[in-house]
């Protein structure tokens, strides 16, 4: 698995890179959870999302935000991250110029960032959102949500209660021609200790279903 030093905004990125085997494969990058928190993107949920993609033929790209291992420059509370997600998402563009399909995932404070991403980039297909950290954070921005996608979460989560996420999702539901796929695993925490193979399950469904091809699920 190539490790790759990608160009950001303050300095290098330190970034995993596995292409796809076949010809314009789709492509993926997924974001790890709160770097000052001990978020890597070695975290054991990034990196199931991670592998979850690779095994599914993805171009799939994770990388450490500003500040982790050895990227460059220091945590800017959300505004710096968003602007190393456009850089590794643009790395990862030039590598594969044309994709079948590209999309975004992230954990925890990287599902905050993935969103964010969602608005700033219109050839985003899809997303997975895991455990968004709806009680912390302002997710009115997705005004509308772009895009469909997947949001799973531990029942119980004590960090990111089920509650305030299941209140998001419907806010999102109720979006004219948007699907959100809402899953909860009951016995899982906020980080799924014993519980990885669940969320790769449902990551894995979730996305082999999308791929052929993308859903097209609309509101009444």
């Known amino acids: 698995m190539?490790?790759?030093?990608?160009?950001?905004?303050?300095?290098?990125?330190e970034a995993r890179y596995h292409p796809g085997k076949q010809k314009n494969s789709p492509?993926?990058?997924?974001?790890?959870?709160?770097p000052e928190q001990g978020g890597t993107m070695n975290n054991k949920v990034t990196y199931a999302l991670f592998r979850t993609f690779v095994d599914l033929g993805f171009s799939t790209l994770r990388f450490n935000?500003?500040?982790?291992?050895?990227s460059?420059?220091?945590?800017?509370?959300?505004?710096?991250?968003?602007?190393?997600?456009?850089a590794c998402l643009d790395w990862l563009q030039v590598q594969n110029p044309e994709p079948t399909q590209c999309w975004v995932a992230g954990f925890s404070f990287g599902a905050w960032v993935c969103l964010q991403l969602l608005m700033?980039?219109?050839?985003?297909?899809?997303?997975?959102?895991?455990?968004?950290?709806?009680?912390?954070?302002d997710f009115s921005f997705l005004a509308?949500?772009?895009?469909?996608?997947?949001?799973?979460?531990?029942?119980q989560d004590t960090v990111?209660?089920?509650?305030?996420?299941?209140?998001?999702?419907?806010?999102?539901?109720?979006?004219?021609?948007?699907?959100?796929?809402y899953r909860v695993?009951?016995?899982?925490?906020?980080?799924?200790?014993?519980?990885?193979?669940?969320?790769?399950?449902?990551?894995?469904?979730?996305?082999?279903?999308?791929?052929?091809?993308?859903?097209?699920?609309v509101n009444a």
Do not use: W
Request: charged share 20%; net charge negative; hydrophobic share 35%.
């Open 65 to 70: 935000f500003r500040g982790v291992g050895r």
């Open 120 to 137: 700033r980039r219109p050839e985003l297909d899809g997303f997975i959102a895991v455990s968004p950290p709806a009680n912390m954070y």
């Open 160 to 181: 990111v209660p089920k509650e305030s996420v299941q209140k998001l999702t419907t806010r999102l539901s109720a979006q004219r021609g948007l699907y959100i796929d």
């Open 72 to 86: 460059e420059g220091k945590f800017d509370h959300g505004e710096g991250e968003l602007s190393d997600a456009a």
């Open 185 to 217: 695993i009951e016995e899982a925490n906020h980080f799924f200790t014993n519980e990885i193979p669940d969320l790769t399950a449902h990551t894995r469904s979730y996305l082999e279903g999308a791929l052929d091809p993308l859903p097209k699920v």
């Open 2 to 13: 190539p490790e790759v030093l990608i160009s950001g905004s303050v300095g290098r990125l």
């Open 27 to 34: 492509i993926a990058i997924v974001l790890h959870p709160h």
């Open 144 to 155: 509308p949500c772009p895009v469909s996608g997947l949001v799973i979460q531990g029942g």
